[in-house]
């Protein structure tokens, strides 16, 4: 095992292999297209020559005598019988063409010119330009030499080359043949090259032209053994063989002297087989298939792609140390924490290195073997593996764990199975942000799902509806100090996002404390001790007595939560905005004021605790840290599920029961919305619809039916949420922001509203209708999608048609969305991944470009700004001044919202604001198109 | 070729073809030769007043074929001297009370962005507060200060990549009426931010924002003015177009109204027409034998060909009669402080720039590559944070403006507007690795081969792929812990 520090790897540098190299390095010439024998050994001299490297166990490699995974394998190499060009340098190779020579390969350029072209290149070494700037400016100089069409060297007039794709090239219509191509470019001087862009010594241009082809090693392309006993080769093996067999042919035609028509047919198999082998993707040529009809992948394809090698095995790696398994939630654990099954447990392992201090400890651990019973109904770590000194890795197992437990010495390793308190990563797929991968603390636990507190949902955006998470154990001391400090979810609370929480308290637990706070209720004994069973407090406050029996009030039960001088003061999510503020006073209990730690006045609801809003949370983080934040969240996740347990909270269909006048109402406002609508429809037939200035007749006649139609189904749903007052759970949960909003609760109780697709009202279908069951052109608001009913008095046939094509929509722009902004993130990360804050402030990329004087302007990260702002002004004035900033400070609302907020229904018409009537439109008339 | 011609040219500047012949030998262009020195011409073996006059001629005929390109040159060179540049300064002055917090702070030796000194100015405007309390809140400002800054070594880049993108997953995807002009379309959500990103030519759904001059913005009637210039309008817009196939002519009925209403006269449309090439000379203003007010356009076809008649048809209804290009349409509104904004569909802010009312500090477009053209690179890297930041905040989304900026930043860092994406910053990456790992693979692989190429392996990507720590971070800094023996141990 490698300890200390590591070497580092300067740089790597590319080029182009000889013909020479390719056969210095060769292991064995490849001659033969066979690969086994008879009797199923392979042939020497073959594709799988064992000088080309191992891949049976057992077998030692006949280069360098070492056995699998030891012998990292050894080129071999074919001779061609005839030159053939290299597929992906083709382009270079025709501007090699175009712009030298053809007698005496000199660029076709004077001196005067060629010392210009050489300024610009130097200028640009100067000024520094990137591999776009290289690339373009030699291609300038290719383009530029190949306008010259007499050499001013030798004053050879030059033909015009072409290019028949993919490999032919053309002087004049003539083709010319690899060898002739391969003449021409040998021709060229090294000193012509580098203002082509050529650096002569890692590319000589004829080695562009193949004349020797480097067979990668059997480890490369490893044959498998089907059950059958039957071997299966790789494409590549394939290719090889295919190469190698015209090859042969064309060998023999040619020394045998037959016709050239059958040599030139023959040279271009070979090429047509070694361009498959490069890239069997070039256009122009059909790919190489195998027998079954699938084509082949060669060269290029296996680098290629997002399952290619560059993206799929090296930019990632299939690890150890993993686990997958389905989450579920359990309020019970920290934040930081995550409940792995034993079973998993007992699979994952952590080495641990045996010294003199803990050698007795690990000792008795390994005699308990791999699979130690229960003590006292709990876990015991057990040990799966111990690495000697010397490296042997032995299994533990029931019958030899006595004896190695015995053998246990200093500087071995033991590998024990995971257990409580180690650090771990978590994480769910998309990762599309930091949050994505946090560190927690393992609870091993029964049954067989990973668990872990509720608050941690948001930044995973995970749910429990059958999500997976994986789980990574950490190997190394380093690697868990550095997750500990850098990565554990309490270090995570504040998003760099936008620098608020992204933690913090969801659903349930958002109700619960609403309902432990809302108007401030009283609790007895017993409804206390219940609801702070789990919290951590000191003493209970002294009880308010009323009729002589000791009562708490929820805001006393919340402030044992709050840290001891926390002062706050802000609105809650259930304010509703009046125009004069009645703060302390206010009628629905939505100004929070905390004061020295004790909640005063206000609701404790979304606005305070939940994530991406919660202000008491933010507050808490920044002020007294991530350990302080975790407690509080531990601690209000057991306050609320407590508060939520004793009232008890339900909701269901009854909820959106509403009065049988009710309903009259609504049925009413919808009969005259249709009626209205009919009568615009017959406006505009008769022609007397005024036209809205710059729109014409028909989308004055939509935005008006739109319009009308909103209205009602706005006013249905008031007349429905008059009827739903603030003691229904639908109402609690929308209004405290725990989930829902009065949207939903609208359509389900009053009326769906107009159904959409791309923001106009359904239109397609048949021939000018929706649906056969309308007439053709009705443009009333049954047929063109309004949904009259709610979702709680069922649809029609018709409406619930329309409802499904406006759900389509959605569906389908999730689909596209979800690809669309995937590729934009790669490509931000990819854009901006090396950029880092140097140590002097600047932002720079890893050439050491400056592209930031200061990051962000001001330095702040903004991680740790207030919600953008690089100091909070107002605490600070309140910090020095004391009470007297209240009246400088200004309560400014912020508009923080994060996601999840935008549940812009899908089924919502345009929200047409009443905007100013407008003024004047220049565009004249417009018309009917 | 292009030997050949220039040699034809000179010869047709009156100089002689074996002087030509021997300036060939030098240059390649006209301008090149004119571009000159006597000196220079005299080394190809040109006598003295031979250079001299072949100097002469060269500079005289540039002149008098009145290239449009020198005499523009000259015409701007003269009114350059008068130019008198000065900077605009956008930001707010100073304060009174913000000099005196600056002041304050130059005296503690403190240090606070602009930002917190305004907003703390703002605070304690009018309040009667003493400066030793004053000085306490700037301390604890800069001590808050430092200790929100960005750690040495933090990944910014990463940092503001997932903010950006990890929020397009929750925007829609559809396109919304702009909110305030429901007339006019806008791209908005997550194709509009990729718009922005992909630094995309022309936008999807160009649109400009006119404001008016303080003086005249208030007025709808001047204001009307301007934006019924700015819009384009063809004939078809604003009259009636007749073919009389009998006749061989096209007639053209103007709509008085409409034409009042945009400030056309009839003459206008005459000399419009005329000065199509298709129309040339064949248009004329006449008026109705009965009613001597109303007034027709007529265009009669020079010769009695029926395509031509139609090429007629075709080119009056498309002539272009005021406006300007690329402005689809203009709509006025007024905004809630009582001046008038003209928002249009389409956009071309460089002429937009020179109609005289438009205030020119605060119109804008949409388009950051316009912006880019004719304002620069600054100004396309502020309209990139603005349209950017405008976007997310219309979907509800909160993203750090710092995170904006750095891709701002990013786009515009070597003077012009790069896209994020294989053409433009990813596929300039130093490392042959980052690159190939990224897209089209191969091409990178074997152009590196052939170049040479040398990575140097200080990327994130590059890193990752030969599997060593990346330079971000922890990764970028080295510890060594050395234990120190203990006596004991060492004695052993």
Known sequence: MMRGVSKRIGSIKFSTLSPDEVRKMSATKVITADTYDDDGFPIDMGLMDPHLGVIEPGLRCKTCGNKVDECPGHFGHIDLAMPVIHVGLVKEIKKLLQSTCKTCGHLLMTKEEAQRKAQEWADMDDLGGDAIDYRLLAKGTAKDASKNTICPYCGQEQGKITLDKPTTFREDGHKLTPKEVRERLERIPDEDLPPLGIDPNSCRPEWMVLTALAVPPVTVRPSITLESGDRSEDDLTHKLVDVLRINQRLRENRDAGAPQLIVEDLWELLQYHVTTYFDNQTSGIPPARHRSGRPLKTLVQRLKGKEGRFRSNLSGKRVNFSARTVISPDPSLSINEVGVPEEAARELTVPVHVTKSNLEFLRNMVKGGANPPRVDDRYVPGVNYVIRSDGRRMKVTDRNAESIAEGLEVGYIVERHLMDKDVVLFNRQPSLHRMSMMAHTVRVMPWKTFRFNLCVCPPYNADFDGDEMNLHVLQSDEARAEAMILMRVQEHILSPRFGGPVIGAIHDHITGTFLLTHMNPRFDKKETLSILSKVKHDELPAPVVVDGKEYWTGHQLFSLVLPEDFHITFKASICRNCAVCKKEDCDLDAYVKIRKGKLITGTIDEKAIGSFKGKILDKITRDYGADASREFLDNVTKLAIGAIMVHGFTTGIDDEDIPEEASIQIKEVLTDAVRRVSEFVQAYREGILEQLPGRSLDETLEVEVMKVLGRARDEAGQIAGRHLGMENSAVIMARSGARGSMLNLSQMAGCIGQQAVRGERLSRGYWNRTLPHFKKGDLGAEAKGFVQNSYKSGLTPTEFFFHSMGGREGLVDTAVRTSRSGYMQRRLISALEDLKLKQDGTVRNTADIIVQLRYGEDGVDPCRSVQGDAVDVDDILSEVLGEDAEALARIEEKKLSGYATIEKDLMETMEEEEAEEPEYDAGGGGGDD | ?492
Do not use: C, W
Request: a negative charge; charged letters at 30%; zero cysteines.
């Open chain 2, 1 to 492: 070729m292009a030997r050949k011609d220039t040699f034809n040219a000179l010869l047709r500047r009156n100089i002689e073809a074996a002087i030509a012949d021997k300036l060939l030998q030098g240059y390649n262009s006209i301008s090149d030769i004119a571009s000159a020195s006597p000196a220079d011409l005299m080394s190809l073996g040109l006598s003295e007043d031979q250079a001299a006059d072949t100097l002469n001629k060269l500079g005289k005929t540039k002149k008098e074929s009145g290239s449009k390109k020198a005499a523009k040159k000259e015409q701007a060179a003269e009114p350059a001297k008068k130019v008198e540049f000065h900077r605009v300064v956008k930001a707010k002055p100073v304060t009174e009370i913000e000099a005196k917090l600056n002041d304050m702070l130059d005296d503690l030796g403190l240090e606070l962005p602009r930002r917190v000194v305004v907003t703390i100015g703002e605070r304690l405007e009018g309040a009667d507060i003493p400066e030793v309390k004053i000085r306490e809140i700037l301390k604890r400002a800069s001590e808050k200060y430092e200790l929100h800054k960005m750690d040495a070594n933090e990944s910014a880049g990463i940092l503001a990549a997932q903010s950006i993108g990890e929020p397009g997953t929750q925007m829609t995807m559809r396109t919304f009426h702009y909110a305030g002009v429901a007339e006019i379309n806008v791209t908005l959500g997550l194709p509009r931010l990729i718009e922005i990103v992909d630094a995309r030519r022309v936008p999807s759904t160009p649109m400009m924002t006119v404001y008016i001059r303080p003086e005249f913005r208030e007025s709808v009637e001047e204001v009307r003015r301007v934006a019924s210039r700015i819009e384009k309008t063809t004939l078809l817009d604003i009259a009636d177009i007749e073919t009389d196939i009998v006749n061989m002519k096209v007639i053209v009925h103007p709509d008085t109204s409409k034409m009042d209403q945009k400030g056309i006269t009839p003459e206008q449309i005459v000399e419009r027409l005329n000065k199509d090439r298709r129309l040339r000379g064949q248009v004329k203003l006449e008026e109705d034998a009965e009613d001597k007010a109303r007034q027709y356009i007529v265009v009669t076809s020079d010769e009695p060909s029926f395509k031509k008649l139609q090429g007629i048809v075709q080119a009056t209804r498309d002539a272009v009669i005021q406006g300007l290009d690329g402005i689809e349409r203009a709509i006025l509104r007024r905004q809630p402080n009582g001046e008038y904004v003209i928002y249009t569909a389409g956009s071309n802010l460089r002429d937009v720039l020179a109609e005289e009312k438009v205030d020119r500090t605060r119109t804008t477009t949409n388009s950051i590559q316009e912006i880019y053209d004719v304002l620069g690179v600054e100004a396309a890297r502020n309209s990139i944070i603005h349209e950017a930041s405008r976007t997310l905040e219309e979907q509800g989304l909160t993203v750090d403006i710092r995170h904006i900026m750095l891709v701002a930043d990013l786009m515009t860092n070597d003077g012009d507007v790069k896209a994020i994406g294989r053409h433009g910053i990813s596929g300039r990456k130093s490392s042959v690795l980052a690159r190939a790992a990224f897209e089209i693979t191969a091409t990178h692989l074997l152009h590196a081969a052939l170049t040479g190429e040398t990575d140097d392996l200080d990327g994130v990507a590059e890193n990752i792929i030969v599997g060593q720590p990346v330079t971000l971070g922890t990764g970028a800094v080295n510890l060594v812990y050395e234990p120190k023996k203990r006596p004991k141990e060492a004695n052993q």
